[in-house]
């Protein structure tokens, strides 16, 4: 079955950086475009980052643009999402996404915390 698996998250400092990693495993991942998402407690799941299935192709929301960067290994089945200059706003948990035959996938999710 389709299953996205997070890792990656943890607690850094202000302007600090982490990478997140997100394995696809059964379909093809190659075939998709993928996502990133973020969910504050308390709040909305919002889009982050997308990246066109051949990886030729990026997008950002206007809160992370020029601090993170999605890429794709589709050789290993893994998407990515480089933080740098981490904010406090930044907390969340992190999910990958993608659309698989008609329906959205999510991970489970990892935790991000950026605190002093």
């Known amino acids: 079955q389709v299953q996205l698996v997070e890792s990656g998250g943890g607690l850094v400092q202000p302007g600090g950086s982490l990478r997140l990693s997100c394995v696809a495993s059964?379909?093809?991942?190659?075939?998709?475009?993928m996502s990133w998402y973020r969910q504050a407690p308390g709040a909305e799941r919002e889009l982050v980052a997308t990246?066109?299935?051949?990886?030729?192709?990026?997008n950002y929301a206007d809160s992370v643009k020029g601090r993170f960067s999605t890429s794709r290994d589709n050789a290993k089945n893994t998407l990515y999402l480089q933080m740098n200059s981490l904010k406090p706003e930044d907390t969340a948990v992190y999910y990958c996404?993608?659309?698989?035959?008609?329906?959205?996938?999510w991970g489970q999710g990892t935790q991000v915390t950026v605190s002093s």
């Open positions: 996404n993608a659309a698989v035959r008609g329906y959205q996938r």
């Open positions: 059964g379909y093809t991942f190659g075939f998709y475009d």
């Open positions: 990246i066109t299935s051949d990886g030729g192709s990026t």
